[in-house]
């Protein structure tokens, strides 16, 4: 049974950045799309960005598009959200997530594995 484990979260000010990671363990995951949900309090978990097993093809919500980056490293199992730019609208607990279907069938009801989640906070 595979396992993904975000680390990175935390308080940052408004502008600031930070970088979320997220290492899979317990079964390869090489050949899994991985990607990013958020949700914040009172809403509903929504989509952020994914990228291919290969690490070619990425996509992105429009509102983080231009701020965020997602990247892989397929030697440590290991996938990264580099955040840039942050608003307090990005507060959320941001699950990590991998499933085979391709990119543009990712939304929550389909994604077969997850994270734990990690807090992140930007204050105004």
């Known amino acids: 049974q595979g396992q993904l484990v975000e680390s990175g979260g935390g308080l940052v000010q408004a502008g600031g950045s930070l970088r979320l990671s997220c290492t899979a363990s317990?079964?390869?995951?090489?050949?899994?799309?991985m990607g990013w949900f958020r949700q914040a309090p009172g809403k509903e978990r929504e989509f952020v960005t994914a990228i291919s097993w290969s690490g070619g093809s990425t996509r992105y919500a429009d509102s983080v598009r231009g701020r965020f980056t997602i990247s892989r490293d397929g030697a440590k199992n290991t996938v990264y959200l580099q955040m840039n730019n942050l608003k307090p609208e990005d507060t959320a607990v941001y699950y990590c997530?991998?499933?085979?279907?391709?990119?543009?069938?990712?939304?929550?009801?389909?994604?077969?594995?997850w994270g734990q989640g990690a807090q992140v906070t930007v204050s105004s």
């Open positions: 997530a991998a499933d085979l279907r391709g990119l543009g069938y990712w939304e929550e009801r389909i994604i077969g594995y």
């Open positions: 317990g079964r390869s995951f090489s050949s899994y799309h």
